[in-house]
């Protein structure tokens, strides 16, 4: 029942011709399986499910991963099709068609598991961790699903839930040389008053318990520290100092919970269905330095509502129309070891970060935690198509509007920086910043496509595809103008009132409102025989088309963290 445990269905992508895994492509997507088609970037494929949006417009890929076949009914990827109809992104249109009742009720139920008692330990863990037993984890996926008539030939109801549960451990390890408590107490002895000493005696690797922090045995070094001179008039350079790296063991149990409710209506003319998803994540203790005690857990929670209306006027004309609603919200805060890395609700009760020389290590948050956000998004969709004679004509549009809270501001609490060791422990910072800004970010796009086309049938043997389409996203980026121009017009500017405001603010960006894109196409069927199989066993399809991609919102983080959208200052 599953494929890549649970990772959604893409890893059968990379099994169609044309589509390749993109590896470490810094232009493929970074949610999921990352592929591209036909050599565009990963980040250009459109995701759905039955054909509405399920995209993660921060990095792209998947909002929501359907990893259960059993609730499948088909698996699409579309590479290579010059319809109109596909021209919103110029990569693959990867689309998940749930599975609905039947006349028949039927269902099944299934467990997997994968232990840590069938495992051995990798070369890593024994040269480099010091392990001599496998850390404990349990792999386990098991779900239910049931489906059936509730009027027979009219009404039919299908519903499942599945699980993954992971309860298992990671040792967190740093090779980056930190004080051991042994060192520690020598260096206090040495610099009783000094700031960042005492700093790490209550926010550093040993002071936060959880996970039983050790010095890492592989690494423990004795180190001179020279040009200090201790409290009482000594030179500390006659004193070695205990340093090792850091490793710790901590609870990262994964947990997913998925739900799925579909109803179908079939008339003689009309066939309606409603389709409910949703998708729990958490994945605790899963990034940040938690070899430092500073974990980051990474919650999320995806949901659909749809409803789906085809209606059949005659046997030559149909109709389809479609209203969804989608919401996904991803965090990276908070933790299962008491919160020392704050949610993104508590952006400001953090602790600075703490950068010291090559080799070292610091103690406090990584950089850039906590942050998160929300997306929600409103579709309607109709196409109508319609056959006359060797014509199939067809038309429709697209209406999205996305609004997409962020939370999110680097440096927002400050960091200090350390040249050297001997600079460190005598509290003595090269130079001290912060960022100023506003870390709420409420994102608003409207991604509107419109396309007419005809697939015309010249031949038995030839099909041309003829299309014109139109899309419109909008400009979310002028967020930034409005948010800049209240700040630089109220009580507290960032700048210099006497500049003008034109130099003060992010540029009102103009919405492109011209991205027409023509498609052509053809299938074509020569007949040939020979090793090409006969009549009708090669096609040979070609065309053009020009697309235009939305863009995906890490381009704006990059934007909020410049300036005028900050003031950063440095003391040096």
């Not at 041309?464 to 419109?472: D, E, F, K, P, Q």
Request: glycine residues 12%.
């Amino acid at each position: 029942p599953i494929v890549g445990q649970n990772e959604g269905l893409d890893n059968l992508a990379v099994l169609l011709p044309g589509v390749n895994a993109s590896r470490d492509n810094n232009y493929s997507n970074s949610n999921g399986v990352g592929f591209t088609a036909n050599g565009i970037r990963g980040r250009n494929n459109d995701q759905q499910i039955d054909g509405q949006n399920n995209n993660d417009n921060s990095v792209a890929g998947p909002g929501i991963f359907l990893g259960n076949t059993d609730w499948v009914q088909e698996y699409q990827v579309t590479t290579s099709n010059f319809g109109v109809e596909y021209s919103r992104n110029s990569g693959s249109v990867v689309n998940i068609m749930t599975k609905s009742g039947t006349n028949a009720w039927h269902g099944d139920a299934f467990v997997t598991e994968n232990s840590w008692k069938t495992a051995t330990l990798t070369n890593t863990q024994k040269a480099f961790e010091g392990l001599t037993q496998v850390p404990i984890y349990n792999d386990e996926f098991s779900g239910v699903s049931v489906g059936g008539p509730v009027v027979k030939n009219k009404v039919f109801v299908f519903a499942g839930f599945d699980n993954q549960i992971l309860p298992g451990t990671t040792v967190e390890t740093t090779g980056s040389l930190e004080p051991t408590p042994n060192g520690l107490q020598t260096l206090l002895a040495c610099l009783p008053n000094s700031g960042t000493l005492q700093a790490l005696g209550t926010y550093g690797p040993y002071a936060i318990t959880a996970g039983n922090p050790q010095p890492l045995a592989s690494s423990l070094t004795m180190k001179t520290i020279s040009g200090v001179t201790c409290a009482n008039g000594s030179a500390l350079s006659l004193t070695p100092i205990e340093f090792a790296g850091v490793q710790r063991t901590l609870p990262t149990p994964i947990k997913v919970y998925d739900w799925m409710a579909r109803m179908d209506y079939q008339g003689s003319k009309d066939r309606i269905y409603g389709r409910f998803l949703r998708q729990s994540e958490n994945y605790a203790n899963a990034d940040g330095y938690g070899w430092a005690g500073y974990p980051v857990s990474v919650p999320s929670i995806g949901l659909q509502a749809g409803v789906d209306w085809t209606r059949t006027f005659s046997s030559n004309v149909v109709n389809e129309a479609r209203i969804n609603y989608g919401r996904l919200t991803v965090e990276f805060g908070g933790n299962s070891i008491g919160n020392t890395v704050p949610d993104q609700n508590n952006l400001a009760s953090g602790l600075a970060v703490v950068n010291v020389p090559s080799g070292y290590a610091a103690f406090g948050p990584q950089a850039g935690f906590p942050q998160g956000r929300i997306i929600n998004t409103y579709q309607l969709q109709d196409n109508l198509s319609w056959i006359h004679g060797k014509h199939t004509l067809k038309a429709g549009t697209n209406l999205t509007y996305q609004r997409s809270p962020n939370v999110s501001l680097s440096n927002y609490n400050g960091s200090f920086t350390f040249s050297t060791l001997a600079r460190y422990i005598q509290d003595i910072p090269s130079s001290i910043s912060i960022t100023l800004g506003n870390p709420n970010l409420d994102f608003r796009e409207h991604d509107n496509f419109f396309y007419v086309g005809d697939d015309y049938k010249v031949t038995r043997n030839l099909t041309l595809n003829m299309g014109l389409s139109y899309a419109y996203f909008g400009q979310p980026g002028n967020l930034f103008h409005r948010q800049d121009v209240a700040r630089e017009n109220g009580s507290a500017p960032f700048f210099d009132p006497a500049l003008p405001l034109a130099v003060r603010v992010a540029p009102l960006l103009p919405s492109h409102k011209t991205d027409f894109g023509p498609s052509v196409g053809f299938a074509y069927s020569p007949n040939w025989g020979g090793i090409f199989g006969g009549s009708g066993k090669t096609v040979l399809r070609g065309g053009y088309r020009l697309t235009y991609d939305p863009a995906f919102y890490n381009f704006y983080l990059n934007m909020q963290s410049s300036t005028p959208q900050v003031l950063s200052q440095s003391l040096s």
